[in-house]
């Protein structure tokens, strides 16, 4: 049975392997370790499945950079002992949640709270990138 660390090194070895392939070579220690409290990632692997049929594009790769981010970022949690707690609210986070996804930092309910803020700002749907940092 493979352990959590071997699973989020196995995606984070994926996710940069995809990222290479898009002719974009990207050292995990050059990706910005901050993971904005706004962004949300369920469903984001289906997301990149579907991106990838139309087309490798930005949004795409700002994805993968996302989770490539999100899973070292678990790693580096793991090692210091804070890996299943919510980032949010420091609850612990389901076991069944860790599960279905690894990398995750938040609770249920933080997530939900964070996505309903993620759907908001993506009312404008053509600029997935403009994203405004402050309010
Ligand atoms: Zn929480």
Redesign the pocket.
């Known amino acids: 049975m493979e352990t959590i660390r071997e699973r989020l090194e196995e995606d984070l070895r994926s996710a940069v392997g995809r990222l290479r392939q898009m002719g974009g070579a990207v050292a995990v220690e050059e990706v910005p370790g901050a993971i904005g409290a706004n962004s949300p990632f369920a469903d984001e692997v289906d997301e990149i499945q579907a991106n990838e049929r139309r087309e490798i594009g930005f949004a795409t790769r700002e994805l993968l950079v996302g989770r490539v981010n999100r899973l070292s970022a678990a790693l580096d949690r793991l090692n210091d002992g804070e890996y299943g707690t919510?980032?949010?609210?420091?609850?612990p986070?389901s076991p069944a949640r860790l599960q279905a996804l690894p990398e995750v930092q938040?609770?249920v309910?933080?997530?939900d709270r964070i996505e309903r803020l993620g759907r908001q700002s993506d009312q404008d749907e053509d600029e997935a990138e403009t994203v405004s940092d402050d309010d």
């Open positions: 919510c980032v949010e609210c420091e609850e986070i938040t609770c309910r933080c997530q």
